[in-house]
T-cell receptor, first 117, second 111 residues
Framework: KAGVTQTPRYLIKTRGQQVTLSCSPI?????VSWYQQTPGQGLQFLFE???????NKGNFPGRFSGRQFSNSRSEMNVSTLELGDSALYLC????????????????FGAGSRLTVL | AQTVTQSQPEMSVQEAETVTLSCTYD???????LFWYKQPPSRQMILVIR??????QNATENRFSVNFQKAAKSFSLKISDSQLGDTAMYFC????????FGKGTHLIIQP
């Protein structure tokens, strides 16, 4: 079956612009998580969606937002881009929703590499 | 707050050697999972191994095994008979009220 698909794979924006990234999870997976990966900060959790509801949110400013559609596809949006937003944005899906014990195995997409000039 | 620390930014070993990647963590949760994920160069991150905190037996997946020391909050990954394809970034992650990743260890397998 198809894996997690992220589009676009690469994009270049300038400061002040906004960007929307898309993630299609594995068929049947209802949970989608987003992570920002940078050389300095590593992998940082952005948010998690399950059944169209944001279930968890990381420590990012309000410029970062997301949503999930009824078919489990998810988008994240970054407004008023800053140079520091340059990163690889990873989407991951899992079959089940958030659990207290964190048992879910994530399947990651290839990422969307954003460069802000 | 949960933390995951990987103290080895980079390691290099010869092919066929055994290598151990270190990971320590901190959480106030009693029930949690620990993971090692692998991110090969320009490729997708994939799960290597998963360990439930309540299980004392260390998880094993073929050449990959863990040494889970709950009291010490340590979760190291051992790769036996290392292969060139093992070259990748390895991330330790703690699952409890969200997933927290360490900064990663860049493992290089030399021919």
């Amino acid at each position: 079956k198809a894996g997690v698909t992220q589009t676009p794979r690469y994009l270049i924006k300038t400061r002040g612009q906004q960007v929307t990234l898309s993630c299609s999870p594995i068929s049947g997976h209802r949970s989608v998580s987003w992570y920002q990966q940078t050389p300095g900060q590593g992998l940082q959790f952005l948010f998690e969606y399950f059944s169209e509801t944001q279930r968890n949110k990381g420590n990012f400013p309000g410029r970062f937002s997301g949503r999930q559609f009824s078919n489990s596809r998810s988008e994240m949006n970054v407004s008023t881009l800053e140079l520091g937003d340059s990163a690889l944005y990873l989407c991951a899906s899992s079959l089940a929703g958030p659990t207290v014990s964190g048992a879910n195995v994530l399947t990651f997409g290839a990422g969307s590499r954003l460069t802000v000039l | 707050a949960q933390t995951v620390t990987q103290s080895q930014p980079e390691m290099s070993v010869q092919e066929a050697e055994t290598v151990t990647l270190s990971c320590t963590y901190d959480t106030s949760e009693n029930n949690y999972y620990l993971f090692w994920y692998k991110q090969p160069p320009s490729r997708q991150m994939i799960l290597v191994i998963r360990q439930e905190a309540y299980k004392q037996q260390n998880a094993t997946e073929n050449r990959f095994s863990v040494n889970f020391q709950k009291a010490a909050k340590s979760f190291s990954l051992k790769i036996s008979d290392s292969q060139l394809g093992d070259t990748a970034m390895y991330f330790c992650a703690l699952g409890a009220d969200g997933l927290t990743f360490g900064k990663g260890t860049h493992l290089i397998i030399q021919p």
